[in-house]
């Protein structure tokens, strides 16, 4: 697929070679964006250093105890060095928020060698993440010893009965502008924020938002996804930079000074959930 912006309109050529023309053309194709690719080919996914752990649990499978002290209707964390493991309930079949159907979301993030995590059984290396399918048994018997291991008990349950377990290498990305011409970059195809912040669904909205804003203030499309980019770039930046500070205390190399800072800043529980999953001063 390629992208080409014009003087009276953007052309779109597919794969199957269809030609199509547009006034403007949104990429909103993700954090691995292909139109972002052939754009910004300088601008690289920078891997950070460490992954997120994911998987979810049936709430009515965890000890009475456990499922007490994790206070289903709250976030809950547990932050050993260099370590965060957080919690939420999130609904079971069919949207069901009843206790006997919702299940709980862990995620967790540890130090790794990336490479051989993204090696599956077969000697297969993927490329920026694995089916969890795939994951190796000693990777996951290995997590979870990490998890028995660094957790409180009521955690390490958690981790352990999770069905299917699966990690996300964390990265960051930023770009210096949103928009090409007639061509602007939405959502995930532009910033890429660690997920510290919870800021992903919020950004995409927001780039929505201001998008529509831009157009309905100019019509003509350059100048209005011109300021839609200005606008937006500046808060896709701040974004990124809030969750790289949040997530500084668990890198295992700090990079400069300004990591290093930011990893002492958020070494206290009490500062890392002030501001995890918190937005207001985007």
């Not at 804003?213 to 499309?221: G, H, K, M, R, W």
């Amino acid at each position: 697929m390629s992208v080409e912006d014009g003087p009276d309109y953007a052309t779109v050529s597919l794969r199957d070679g269809s030609v199509h023309q547009a006034d403007m053309v949104i990429a909103a194709d993700g954090f691995r964006s292909e139109v972002r690719g052939r754009l910004l080919p300088e601008v690289k996914l920078e891997y950070v250093g460490y992954i997120a752990w994911r998987g979810l649990v049936d709430e009515m499978s965890l000890s009475e105890p456990t499922r007490d002290a994790l206070l289903f209707e709250k976030f809950a964390f547990w932050l050993p060095p260099h370590e965060q493991i957080l919690g939420y309930p999130v609904a079971g079949q069919s949207n069901s928020t009843m206790p006997s159907e919702r299940r709980y979301n862990r995620a967790t993030s540890e130090d790794v060698d990336l490479p051989d995590l993204l090696t599956d059984a077969t000697g297969k290396r993927w490329i920026g993440g694995i089916p969890p399918t795939l994951i190796r048994p000693d990777v996951l018997a290995d997590m979870e010893e990490a998890a028995n291991t660094l957790l409180a008990p009521q955690f390490a349950e958690v981790v352990t009965k999770a069905k299917q377990a699966l990690f996300q290498p964390i990265f960051d990305l930023e770009v210096p502008k949103m928009a090409f011409g007639r061509i602007a970059l939405l959502g995930d195809a532009a910033f890429v924020a660690r997920p510290h912040c919870g800021m992903d669904v919020i950004k995409a909205a927001g780039d929505a938002m201001a998008l529509t804003a831009a157009l309905t203030s100019d019509s003509d499309v350059r100048r209005a996804l011109a300021e839609y980019s200005r606008v937006r770039t500046q808060v896709g930046a701040a974004i990124v930079q809030h969750a790289r500070h949040l997530g500084a205390y668990m890198q295992a190399q700090l990079r400069n000074e300004t990591d290093r800072v930011m990893a002492e800043r958020y070494r206290t529980p009490e500062a890392v959930m002030r501001e995890t999953a918190v937005s207001a001063r985007f």
